[in-house]
């Protein structure tokens, strides 16, 4: 199998296996380094995550203070053969503040509506609610045993 060929089966691999969430577990530093990991609801638009944070989560000060941050999408434990080596995809992402006057604020939180449902007009009209945009760069995606795989990636799988 040529490099891209297997370049594309491994990006597909990632596609299917984030597709089957509606959450993403989400790791930040706040400014002392000290690491932090919690999950949000998201919506993946033209290759770039977003996520509609509040001011009360700790992730929101983590990413305006360093917006980097480590996303990971895994296998249930209840459907893994085995849990050393659960499928999963984690990425490396940096964060953009998306300001309420730009298009993209709107058309991302009508898509997140449409997703999660009644409860995104009311958080959406809540100030201390931001979008961010986590473009990726890289990607690890594991498999299962010696089945691991870096993948430059331009945006989400």
């Not at 993403?24 to 990991?37: F, K, N, Q, R």
């Not at 959406?124 to 993948?151: E, N, P, Q, Y």
């Amino acid at each position: 199998m040529s490099v891209d060929n297997n370049h594309n089966d491994l990006l597909a691999d990632m596609r299917d296996l984030s597709a089957k969430f509606r959450t993403v577990l989400m790791a930040t530093s706040c400014t002392d380094g000290v690491p932090e990991i919690s999950y949000s609801p998201y919506v993946s638009v033209d290759g770039v995550l977003y996520v509609f944070l509040s001011d009360l989560a700790m992730h929101t000060g983590n990413l305006k203070s360093n917006p980097r941050a480590s996303l990971l999408f895994i296998e249930d434990e209840s459907t893994s053969e085995t849990l050393h080596a659960r499928r999963r995809v984690t990425y490396r992402a940096d964060a953009l503040l998306v300001s309420r006057d730009d298009p993209v604020w709107e058309s991302v939180l009508s898509q997140m509506e449409g997703k999660f449902g009644e409860i995104i007009p009311l958080i959406k009209s809540l100030a201390d609610f931001h979008l961010f945009a986590m473009h990726a760069s890289d990607a690890v995606l594991v498999r299962g045993f010696a089945d691991a795989h870096t993948v430059d990636v331009d945006g989400f799988a």
